[in-house]
């Protein structure tokens, strides 16, 4: 099984410094195809065979490099039949649609062993609300169909600056896990689990959550209480369906509908996850509302201490846990759970992030809690 992920990005996002990056420190030890398609930004040294259009290099650490021109889908095609590739990494031309050059991979899903991994958008902090204005078509295509979008700068904007930013791209694409975090500081295995959907923080809490209601409710099987068996929704950031939580389930396998195909992050998983594409409703008993927030805020330790008080003496927050950049500088991990709260020191993560899950939560009182 080949994995295809697209690394589309406006001219000049960066994209050639994060695939090196990625190259280097996350595909180790994968047979790697770089392929660019039109207008690549990568200069590549030594001789080219032209073969059918295709221009082709060896690079380092087993990565060959091509660039693609006339019949995109057939040169793929060739491609993967010749070198038959762990990974290949598409970089499209800056002004290309994403969804186009999907549609010319999921065509060639149904001929090949590969798969559509990770739709992935490199934007360029400083530039982005400019960009979208200048050229609103393609720059928006590019973010409404990427399942992770990167920032690159992020380092040398404002905070006001980034939170404009990543609120305008949420606007475009309200599921896109957003790396906010200057990607020098983040390793590139950390980067890939986010590409790959690994590391959905709110499923882990909800995952979480379920298992201590099941014990609660173990404990005090004696206790019978009336329930109000209307139906809830679980509210999620990164997915576009109600996604039916198992605490033994860590995949991170979603079923990105609003991409047009099945998104499989790990083609043996039998864990059920993925492909529901009607709604799932809990029994009320096993109801939570969850609440998922990514956000580049950075929070002064005294406030969050202030939330996370206000939480323990609430009624209706069963859970909360998250990270965030604090104002010194460091990133504070936090965890509460009724009766009691803690934050630590941690490593940067690819963006603040909180989840809150409790009964009758609404996220406009959450957004001002926080103070977002």
Same mark, same amino acid.
């Given at each position: 099984m080949t994995?295809?992920?697209?690394i589309? @990005?406006?001219?000049g996002?960066g994209?050639?410094?994060?695939?090196?990056?990625m190259i280097?420190?996350?595909?180790t030890g994968?047979?790697?195809v770089l392929?660019?398609?039109?207008?690549?930004?990568?200069?590549?040294?030594? &001789?080219?065979?032209k073969?059918?259009g295709i221009?082709i290099?060896?690079m $380092?650490? &087993?990565?060959i490099c091509?660039?693609l021109v006339?019949d995109?889908g057939k040169?793929l095609n060739?491609?993967?039949t010749k070198?038959h590739p762990d990974r290949i990494?598409?970089?499209?031309s800056g002004?290309?649609?994403?969804?186009d050059? +999907?549609k010319?991979?999921?065509?060639?899903?149904k001929?090949?062993?590969?798969?559509?991994?990770?739709?992935?958008?490199?934007?360029n902090a400083?530039?982005?609300?400019k960009? +979208?204005?200048a050229?609103?078509?393609? *720059?928006n /295509?590019?973010?409404?169909?990427a399942?992770t979008v990167i920032? =690159?700068?992020?380092q /040398?904007?404002t905070?006001e600056q980034?939170e *404009?930013?990543?609120?305008?791209?949420q606007e475009? /694409?309200?599921k896109?896990a957003i790396?906010?975090t200057?990607?020098?500081?983040?390793?590139?295995?950390?980067i890939l689990k986010?590409?790959? @959907?690994?590391d $959905?923080l709110? +499923?882990?809490?909800?995952?979480e959550?379920h298992?201590?209601k099941?014990?609660a409710?173990h404990e %005090?099987?004696?206790? #019978? %209480?009336d329930?109000?068996?209307e139906d809830?929704e679980?509210?999620h950031d990164?997915e576009?369906?109600?996604?039916?939580?198992?605490?033994?389930?860590t995949c &991170?396998? #979603?079923?990105h509908e609003?991409h047009?195909h099945?998104?499989e %992050?790990?083609?043996?998983?039998t864990c059920?996850c993925?492909d #529901?594409?009607?709604?799932?409703h809990?029994?009320?008993?096993?109801?939570?509302?969850s609440w998922? !927030?990514?956000t580049?805020h950075k929070?002064?330790?005294?406030?969050?201490?202030?939330v996370l008080?206000k939480?323990v003496? =609430?009624? $209706?927050i069963?859970r909360?846990?998250?990270m965030?950049e604090?104002t010194?500088?460091?990133w504070?991990? *936090?965890?509460m759970v009724?009766?009691e709260?803690?934050i630590?020191e941690?490593?940067?993560?690819?963006?603040?992030?909180?989840?809150?899950?409790?009964?009758e939560?609404h996220?406009?009182?959450?957004? !001002?809690?926080?103070?977002l």
């Open positions: 994995k295809i992920d697209i589309s @990005g406006f001219l996002a994209k050639t410094t994060f695939i090196k990056k280097d420190e996350a595909f994968e047979k790697i392929i660019e398609n039109e207008f690549g930004e990568v200069g590549i040294d030594g &001789g080219f065979l073969d059918a221009q290099t060896e $380092n650490s &087993g990565c091509c660039s006339g995109f040169n060739e491609v993967i070198y990494l598409i970089e499209p002004v290309g649609k994403l969804s050059v +999907m010319s991979v999921i065509d060639i899903e001929e090949q062993d590969v798969k559509l991994n990770a739709l992935v958008t490199v934007v400083l530039k982005a609300s960009q +979208m204005k050229f609103g078509e393609f *720059f /295509n590019q973010i409404e169909y399942t920032l =690159s700068r992020s /040398n904007a905070p980034l *404009f930013c990543v609120n305008k791209i475009l /694409n309200p896109a790396i906010t200057d990607w020098a500081k983040l390793s590139g295995e950390q986010v590409m790959e @959907g690994q $959905n709110e +499923m882990k809490a909800l995952a959550a298992h201590a099941e014990e409710e %005090h099987e004696h206790h #019978h %209480h329930h109000d068996h809830h679980h509210h990164h576009d369906h109600d996604h039916e939580h198992d605490e033994n389930c &991170g396998c #979603h079923d609003e047009e099945h998104h %992050h790990d083609e043996n998983c059920g993925h #529901h594409e009607h709604h799932h809990h029994h009320a008993d096993d109801v939570f509302t998922g !927030k990514e580049p929070f002064e330790r005294a406030k969050l201490e202030e008080k939480f003496d =609430s009624d $209706n069963l909360s846990k998250g965030v604090s010194d500088g460091t504070l991990y *936090f965890d009724p009766g709260y803690e630590r941690g490593e940067p993560d690819y963006t603040g992030r909180i989840v809150v899950i409790g009964t939560i996220e406009d009182e959450l957004l !001002k809690t926080f103070g």
